[in-house]
């Protein structure tokens, strides 16, 4: 029986139960560390093997391979079918996250509690694993996706090509680079940087999910909003961390977009209106999911983790 609450999404409801968010996302991260750890192993040249390892095994949050674990659970598939693609958007994240630490980029010290991978390894061999990690991404989700058509697959990895170049995080970085010391950013250029720089990889995170379990195209629309709020609610908690958080709580250097005069949420709103915009987004996100009943649980408690979150 279909309750009125999911009624449109073709899914059933199954649970009723309070759902425990530590608790499932303790279970997702253990379950994608292990498929991370055994994704590179390291052979000849054993120096770039090492490189993509330290900065991929470093810690992180794992959100995008649990936004994608999650949604193809909702829509009824399995996690077999989409661990690849998690470790694939994790991989991508990795990639991006050791580019923007470079000198050429946001010159940042330290990542994940750890010092960033150029200055381990040097920026020569950082920028090449960064570029390992990316190539490899798109070979893993097409060598060692199992149960997906062949259609569904080549869907996820164009869906990933997109959110990663000059369409998504790429076009991002461009306008942010070009924005950095700008005094008159408009809140709509903040706006396109994070909705690329941020939003994209999220919101792929949550579409190719949605693809490996065969959504139908008014499922596709409505998860593609929820992860598009989400991931500006994200970024602007992103914003307001960077000033009340600790290095030690964020793993990085904190106060640097003060340092490096850049336009932030806070920076138009002050803190505790961008706090609020972040929660109305987050309102907004849950909504979009609600029709999925209690299946939805998990993409609502990771919504509200978005904004509860301390790093
Ligand atoms: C993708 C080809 C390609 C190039 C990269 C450098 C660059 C182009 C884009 C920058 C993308 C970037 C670093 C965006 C910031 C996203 C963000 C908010 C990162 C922090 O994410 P968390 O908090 O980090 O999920 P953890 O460490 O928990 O995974």
Aim: charge should be negative; aromatic fraction near 6%.
């Amino acid at each position: 029986m279909t309750s009125s609450s999911n009624r449109g999404t073709g899914v059933a409801d199954e649970t009723d139960t309070q759902f425990d968010l530590a608790d499932y996302l303790a279970t997702q991260q253990a379950q994608v560390e292990a498929a991370l750890n055994q994704s590179i192993t390291v052979v000849y040249p054993d120096k770039i093997y090492e490189a993509m390892r330290y900065s991929l095994m470093a810690g992180g949050k794992r959100l995008r391979p649990i936004l994608c674990l999650a949604t193809c659970e909702l829509l009824g598939g399995t996690t077999e079918m989409a661990m690849p693609t998690a470790c694939a958007l994790e991989m991508i994240h990795t990639m991006s996250l050791i580019h923007d630490d470079l000198p050429a980029m946001d010159n940042d010290d330290y990542r994940r509690g750890k010092p960033t991978n150029h200055k381990v390894y040097g920026e020569d061999i950082a920028i090449l694993a960064g570029d390992g990690l990316l190539a490899y991404a798109f070979e893993f989700v097409a060598a060692q996706t199992q149960q997906v058509s062949a259609e569904r697959v080549l869907q996820v990895i164009a869906r990933l090509g997109h959110a990663v170049g000059a369409a998504g995080l790429v076009g991002g970085q461009v306008v942010d680079l070009e924005s950095e010391g700008k005094p008159d950013v408009s809140l709509e250029t903040l706006n396109f940087i994070h909705r690329h720089k941020t939003g994209a990889l999220l919101e792929a995170s949550v579409v190719c999910g949605a693809i490996l379990a065969g959504a139908d195209d008014s499922n596709l629309v409505r998860l593609s909003r929820y992860a598009q709020d989400i991931g500006l609610a994200f970024q602007i908690v992103d914003d307001v961390l960077d000033i009340t958080a600790t290095q030690e709580e964020l793993g990085k250097t904190a106060g640097k977009d003060l340092q490096a005069q850049k336009a932030t949420y806070p920076s138009f709103w002050g803190i505790e209106e961008s706090r609020r915009q972040a929660q109305a987004l987050v309102t907004a996100a849950k909504a979009q999911v609600e029709p999925f009943g209690d299946r939805a649980k998990p993409l609502q408690a990771i919504a509200d983790y978005i904004t509860a979150r301390t790093h």
